[in-house]
């Protein structure tokens, strides 16, 4: 999985979490500042990664210790909360707008951005696009010449596949390795969670309760 280089500060000496937010130190412990956890992934070594909707960052979280591994705190709107953006590059200058789901993906880790319409990929080298053009739309194809409109849940199976709960287009989109977009699942209302078990995917079809 990806990593930086970080001071490891001790989550005992983290700031108060306005102060913590406002210099963002990325070796701060998550529970000491406000955030908004939403997908999460355990690695085999017991590590967790975490998706911040709130910071728009990705969070490594072990033994009550959590670093920040890809994404820089944004200027905030009016009410404190960052804004996130959406720029590719080193893992500690590229910016997340809405860091929904992450699961792990080929050599790396793919997290579904679903306010920037994209799934980013996080390797060693940084942040890239790996899917999407940015805008809201439906369109199959490769790489970046595809659309998405709100992708959050994320899943894949043993042969390399991601699976993508396209949500406002109600569907389901399969990527492959190489980085083409298919259709899997159609007529699926407002999907966002996946799972895969077996050799089936489950999807929690949230707009049918």
């Known amino acids: ?6 001071n490891n500060a001790a989550a005992g000496s983290a700031q108060p979490a306005a102060q913590a937010v406002e210099t963002w ?11 908004a956890p939403s997908g999460i992934m355990m690695m085999s070594d017991g590590t967790m990664v975490v998706t911040d909707t709130y910071n728009k960052v990705v969070w490594r ?9 890809a994404g ?13 953006g959406y720029n ?16 792990k993906y080929l050599n790396g880790i ?7 319409n994209v799934i980013r990929y996080i390797g060693n080298d ?5 899917v999407g053009n940015g805008s ?3 369109r199959n194809g490769y790489g970046m010449d595809t659309a998405f409109n709100n992708p959050t849940g994320l899943a894949t199976d043993p042969y390399g596949n991601l699976y993508v709960a396209d949500t406002n287009n109600n569907a389901i989109r399969r990527i492959t390795k190489y980085g083409t977009v298919k259709t899997y699942l159609e007529n699926v209302i407002e999907p966002t969670g996946l799972f895969w078990k077996g050799d089936a995917l489950y999807v929690a079809e949230s707009g049918a309760h």
Do not use: H
Request: proline letters at 4%; aromatic letters at 8%.
């Open 1 to 6: 999985m990806a990593t930086q280089t970080t």
């Open 25 to 35: 130190n990325p070796a701060i412990s998550a529970m000491n500042v406000i955030c």
């Open 61 to 69: 979280t072990k033994d009550r210790e959590s670093t920040v591994i």
């Open 72 to 84: 820089k705190l944004s200027a905030a709107d009016i009410y404190g909360e960052p804004i996130g």
């Open 88 to 103: 590719d590059g080193k893992l500690t200058e590229s910016y997340f707008k809405k860091p929904w789901a992450v699961t």
């Open 110 to 116: 793919a997290v579904s951005d679903s306010a920037n």
């Open 126 to 130: 940084g942040i890239e696009t790996a």
């Open 136 to 138: 809201a739309g439906y």
